[in-house]
């Protein structure tokens, strides 16, 4: 993959941000790699799930008690 380092490391920090941007939007979020970290925490929270189900709650409940709380 050609690219010129040097002229991308002397875009002004706007530009820089812009770049960044545009290939973080540009990959494709279901392909990016699940870190061992990442599954030990799903599994912990879904094993609290399982010992207390009835302490959690719905998305769109969670989502109205932050809109409500946060007004966004």
Avoid: C
């Amino acid at each position: 993959m050609p690219y010129n380092k040097s002229e991308l490391l002397n875009l002004s920090v706007e530009e820089k941000i812009k770049l960044a941007e545009e290939l973080w939007e540009s990959i494709d979020t279901e392909q990016l790699p699940v870190t061992d970290d990442e599954i030990a925490v799903a599994r912990e929270r879904y094993e609290e799930y399982l010992k207390n189900p009835k302490d959690n709650m719905r998305w769109d409940e969670f989502r109205n008690r932050i809109q409500a709380k946060y007004g966004f």
